[in-house]
C-alpha cells in the first residue's frame, strides 16, 4: 500500500467528507468492508456497487487482492449472482438486446456509450449459464461475470480500458417456468425461439420440394452480429453459455465472416489444451510411458466438452501424430454411456462427435457404466464437463490411480456444486498421485505432513490474452492457429518454482505477464496466418 500523507484539517477536499479521510487508506477501508460480509453473494453486491461508485477504487482493489476477489467477481460465485439476479438488481450494468428489438437491433446498439471506440463484446443468451441451465436475461452478470468480469478481468488481466469493453446480454426469453412466473424477473416474459419449416423450392426442371427445419432465431442473430459490425466496427465478440447446439452453429455461422470466438468451445478448449501439457509431461516422466501412449477419457459431451475434445487433438498432432490417430486416443461418454457410431438418436452436436470422435472399435453391449467403461478404455486422463456433482466416485478414482503411476484428473464443471470430483477426496483416495485441475478454485491440501496444491482450469488464463492479441494484430478473425498458440503459450509460462511444485497452471497472481506472453503468441499466430491488419508489428 502507498504511504499516507497527512492532510491538515484546514484542506479538507470537501465539507461532506471527514476532515482526516484523507490521512487514512480507503483500499484498506473497503477491504474491511469486504470481508465483514460472511455470504459471497453479500461480496458480490459489494463489489458491484464499489465499481459503480468508484471504478478507479475498485480495480484498484482487485488488482492488489486478485486471488482473493476473482472467485466472487467469476466462478463460483457468479452462479449465484446470475440465479438472484432478477432479486439483487440495482442498476444498469450491461447492455441488454431483446428479441422484441429485431428490426432495430443497430439502434439499440448506438445507446452504447463507447460507440466506435469499443474494442470487446462479450455476449450471452443466458441458455446455459455455467452448469445451471436456462437463466435467460438473469443471464447478464455472465455478461458481468463472465462478461462485464471479463471485462473487469480483461482490465485486470490485459490491462485493457473498461470504457472499450461492451457487457451484451441477447434476452430471447426463457424455457425456465419459475423465471417466467417470477413477478421479478426482469427479462421477457416467453419461452425462446424454437424453430420452423422452411420449404425450399428447387427449379422446374428438378420438380422437387425440400422441407428444412432452421431456427427461428438465425434471423436475429444475423442482425445482430450485422449490427455489431456496423455499430462497432473494431469490436472482438466473445460468444459466452450459449445452449450446446446454439453455440456449435453461431461459431461455424460465424467465425469466418466477423471477428469473434466462443469462449466455452474454443476458450475451454486451449486452456484446458495447456494444463494437459504440463499433466502429461509430469505423468509420463513418473511411469516412463512416452507422451504419444495418452488415452484421453471425457465425462461430459456438450459444447465445452467436444470443444476441449477437438483442441487437445493438438496434443497427439504436435507430437506427430496424423489427424486420424490423434482422434483414435479421444474417447467420450455421455448420460448414455460410451458414445459410438452406430448410436441412433444423436443430437445435432453428437452427430459431430460421430464424425470425430465415436468410436467405431467397439462392437459390443452398450457401457454406460463409468468403472466398465475406465476399465475398457485404460484411460491415462479422465476429464469431466458433465455438470454431474461427485461423478467421479471413491471407486472411479481408486481405479484411475490402479492402472496409472500418477492418473490425470481434470473435474471441470462449474460451479463447485457441480463439479465431479473435490481436490481432498482426489488427494486422499490416490495417495496424493493425482495430477488434478478444476474448472473453480480449491485450497491446497496438507496430507502426511505434504502440501498439494491444485490446479485451476480457469478460462480467464486464456481469453484476456486472446482479446488482446486479436485486437493489437487487429486480426479480421480468430483463427484455429491463433487458439492453439495460446494454449501452448500458457503452458510454457511456468516458473521454475512452479514446476518444481508439480504446477499444471503458472499462479493467478501473475496474469498479466501471462497474458502479455499469450498475446504475442496470438499476434504471431495471425501473422502466419495472414489475417492481422496492423503490419506494425510484423518488425
Same mark, same amino acid.
Given at each position: 500500500?502507498a504511504?499516507v500523507v497527512?492532510?491538515p484539517?484546514?484542506v479538507s477536499p470537501a465539507?461532506r467528507?471527514?476532515p482526516y479521510?484523507?490521512?487514512?487508506?480507503?483500499r484498506?477501508r473497503?477491504?474491511?468492508?469486504l470481508r465483514?460480509? %460472511?455470504d459471497?453473494?453479500?461480496? =458480490?453486491i459489494?463489489l458491484?456497487?464499489?465499481?459503480e461508485?468508484?471504478?478507479n477504487?475498485?480495480?484498484e482493489v482487485?488488482?492488489?487482492?486478485?486471488? !482473493?476477489i476473482?472467485?466472487i467477481l =467469476?466462478t463460483p460465485?457468479?452462479?449465484d449472482a446470475?440465479?438472484?439476479y %432478477?432479486?439483487?438488481?440495482?442498476r444498469? !450494468?450491461?447492455?441488454y438486446?431483446?428479441?422484441? /428489438?429485431?428490426g432495430?437491433?443497430?439502434d439499440?446498439?448506438?445507446t452504447?456509450?463507447?460507440?466506435?471506440?469499443?474494442r470487446?463484446?462479450?455476449?450471452?443468451? #443466458?441458455?446455459?449459464?455455467?452448469?445451471?441451465?436456462?437463466?435467460?436475461a438473469n443471464?447478464?452478470?455472465?455478461s458481468?461475470g463472465?462478461l462485464?468480469v471479463?471485462?473487469?478481468?480483461?482490465i485486470?488481466?490485459?490491462?485493457? /480500458?473498461?470504457?472499450t469493453t461492451v457487457?451484451?446480454?441477447?434476452?430471447l426469453g426463457?424455457? $425456465?417456468?419459475?423465471?417466467l412466473?417470477?413477478?421479478?424477473y426482469?427479462?421477457v416474459?416467453?419461452?425462446?425461439?424454437?424453430v !420452423?419449416?422452411?420449404r425450399?423450392h428447387f427449379p422446374?426442371?428438378i420438380?422437387?420440394?425440400?422441407?428444412?427445419?432452421?431456427?427461428?432465431?438465425?434471423?436475429?442473430?444475423?442482425?445482430?452480429?450485422?449490427?455489431?459490425?456496423?455499430?462497432?466496427?473494431?469490436?472482438l465478440v466473445q460468444?459466452?453459455?450459449?445452449? $450446446?447446439?446454439n453455440a456449435?452453429?453461431?461459431?461455424?455461422?460465424?467465425?469466418?465472416? =466477423?471477428r469473434c470466438?466462443?469462449d466455452?468451445?474454443?476458450?475451454?478448449?486451449?486452456?484446458i +489444451?495447456?494444463?494437459?501439457?504440463?499433466?502429461a509431461? +509430469?505423468s509420463?516422466?513418473?511411469?516412463?510411458?512416452?507422451?504419444?501412449?495418452h488415452r484421453?477419457?471425457?465425462?461430459?459431451?456438450g459444447?465445452? #466438452?467436444i470443444?476441449?475434445?477437438?483442441?487437445?487433438m493438438?496434443f497427439?498432432k504436435l507430437? #506427430?501424430?496424423?489427424?486420424?490417430?490423434?482422434?483414435?486416443r479421444i474417447y467420450?461418454v455421455?448420460?448414455?454411456?460410451?458414445?459410438t457410431?452406430?448410436?441412433k438418436?444423436?443430437?445435432e452436436?453428437k452427430?459431430c462427435?460421430?464424425r470425430?470422435?465415436a468410436r467405431t472399435?467397439?462392437?459390443g453391449a452398450?457401457?454406460? @457404466?463409468?468403472?466398465?467403461i475406465?476399465g475398457?478404455?485404460?484411460p491415462?486422463?479422465l476429464?469431466?464437463l458433465s455438470t454431474?456433482? /461427485?461423478?467421479?466416485?471413491e471407486?472411479?478414482?481408486?481405479?484411475?490411480? %490402479?492402472i496409472?503411476?500418477?492418473?490425470?484428473?481434470?473435474?471441470?464443471? @462449474?460451479?463447485?456444486?457441480l463439479c465431479e470430483?473435490? =481436490?481432498?477426496?482426489a488427494v486422499?483416495? $490416490?495417495?496424493?498421485s493425482a495430477?488434478?485441475?478444476s474448472?473453480s478454485?480449491?485450497k491446497?491440501?496438507?496430507?502426511? #505432513?505434504k502440501?498439494?496444491?491444485?490446479?485451476?482450469?480457469?478460462?480467464?488464463y486464456?481469453?484476456?490474452?486472446?482479446?488482446?492479441g486479436t485486437?493489437?494484430?487487429?486480426?479480421r478473425?480468430?483463427?484455429d492457429a491463433?487458439?492453439e498458440q495460446?494454449?501452448?503459450?500458457l503452458?510454457e509460462?511456468?516458473?521454475d518454482?512452479?514446476?518444481?511444485?508439480?504446477?499444471?497452471?503458472p499462479?493467478l497472481?501473475?496474469?498479466r505477464?501471462i497474458?502479455?506472453?499469450i498475446?504475442?503468441?496470438?499476434?504471431r499466430?495471425?501473422?502466419k496466418?495472414?489475417?492481422?491488419?496492423f503490419v506494425?508489428?510484423w518488425?
Amino acid at each position: 500500500m502507498a504511504a499516507v500523507v497527512p492532510v491538515p484539517h484546514s484542506v479538507s477536499p470537501a465539507p461532506r467528507i471527514p476532515p482526516y479521510f484523507m490521512n487514512t487508506d480507503h483500499r484498506q477501508r473497503c477491504l474491511e468492508q469486504l470481508r465483514s460480509k %460472511s455470504d459471497p453473494l453479500e461480496k =458480490y453486491i459489494y463489489l458491484s456497487g464499489l465499481k459503480e461508485r468508484d471504478p478507479n477504487l475498485f480495480y484498484e482493489v482487485l488488482l492488489a487482492n486478485m486471488l !482473493e476477489i476473482i472467485p466472487i467477481l =467469476y466462478t463460483p460465485t457468479v452462479g449465484d449472482a446470475c440465479v438472484q439476479y %432478477s432479486h439483487i438488481w440495482r442498476r444498469p !450494468e450491461g447492455l441488454y438486446v431483446s428479441i422484441e /428489438n429485431r428490426g432495430r437491433i443497430r439502434d439499440v446498439l448506438r445507446t452504447w456509450s463507447g460507440g466506435a471506440t469499443s474494442r470487446i463484446a462479450v455476449v450471452t443468451d #443466458g441458455s446455459r449459464i455455467l452448469g445451471l441451465g436456462d437463466l435467460g436475461a438473469n443471464g447478464l452478470p455472465i455478461s458481468i461475470g463472465k462478461l462485464c468480469v471479463p471485462r473487469d478481468l480483461y482490465i485486470a488481466g490485459a490491462g485493457i /480500458n473498461p470504457a472499450t469493453t461492451v457487457p451484451i446480454c441477447l434476452d430471447l426469453g426463457t424455457n $425456465t417456468q419459475k423465471f417466467l412466473d417470477d413477478p421479478l424477473y426482469i427479462g421477457v416474459r416467453r419461452t425462446r425461439p424454437g424453430v !420452423e419449416e422452411v420449404r425450399v423450392h428447387f427449379p422446374p426442371t428438378i420438380a422437387r420440394v425440400l422441407t428444412m427445419s432452421l431456427p427461428q432465431m438465425d434471423p436475429f442473430m444475423q442482425e445482430f452480429m450485422d449490427a455489431m459490425r456496423e455499430v462497432f466496427p473494431s469490436l472482438l465478440v466473445q460468444f459466452e453459455d450459449f445452449s $450446446t447446439d446454439n453455440a456449435f452453429r453461431y461459431l461455424d455461422m460465424f467465425r469466418s465472416k =466477423y471477428r469473434c470466438f466462443n469462449d466455452d468451445i474454443q476458450g475451454t478448449g486451449a486452456v484446458i +489444451l495447456s494444463g494437459f501439457i504440463n499433466a502429461a509431461k +509430469l505423468s509420463s516422466a513418473a511411469s516412463g510411458r512416452p507422451l504419444s501412449d495418452h488415452r484421453i477419457l471425457f465425462f461430459g459431451a456438450g459444447s465445452a #466438452g467436444i470443444g476441449v475434445a477437438k483442441q487437445l487433438m493438438s496434443f497427439f498432432k504436435l507430437l #506427430g501424430m496424423s489427424e486420424d490417430e490423434a482422434r483414435s486416443r479421444i474417447y467420450t461418454v455421455d448420460s448414455k454411456g460410451l458414445i459410438t457410431a452406430d448410436r441412433k438418436g444423436l443430437q445435432e452436436h453428437k452427430k459431430c462427435i460421430s464424425r470425430h470422435f465415436a468410436r467405431t472399435d467397439y462392437q459390443g453391449a452398450p457401457l454406460t @457404466n463409468l468403472e466398465d467403461i475406465i476399465g475398457y478404455v485404460k484411460p491415462t486422463a479422465l476429464l469431466g464437463l458433465s455438470t454431474i456433482r /461427485n461423478a467421479f466416485t471413491e471407486n472411479v478414482v481408486r481405479l484411475m490411480a %490402479s492402472i496409472n503411476t500418477r492418473p490425470i484428473i481434470f473435474p471441470l464443471s @462449474n460451479p463447485v456444486s457441480l463439479c465431479e470430483l473435490d =481436490y481432498a477426496d482426489a488427494v486422499q483416495w $490416490t495417495n496424493g498421485s493425482a495430477i488434478f485441475a478444476s474448472g473453480s478454485p480449491y485450497k491446497p491440501i496438507k496430507q502426511a #505432513g505434504k502440501t498439494y496444491e491444485p490446479g485451476q482450469g480457469n478460462n480467464m488464463y486464456i481469453f484476456p490474452g486472446i482479446g488482446m492479441g486479436t485486437i493489437l494484430s487487429k486480426a479480421r478473425h480468430v483463427t484455429d492457429a491463433m487458439v492453439e498458440q495460446a494454449a501452448i503459450a500458457l503452458s510454457e509460462a511456468l516458473t521454475d518454482e512452479e514446476r518444481t511444485a508439480d504446477l499444471v497452471y503458472p499462479r493467478l497472481a501473475r496474469i498479466r505477464d501471462i497474458s502479455a506472453r499469450i498475446a504475442v503468441a496470438v499476434i504471431r499466430a495471425a501473422q502466419k496466418d495472414v489475417c492481422d491488419a496492423f503490419v506494425v508489428l510484423w518488425s
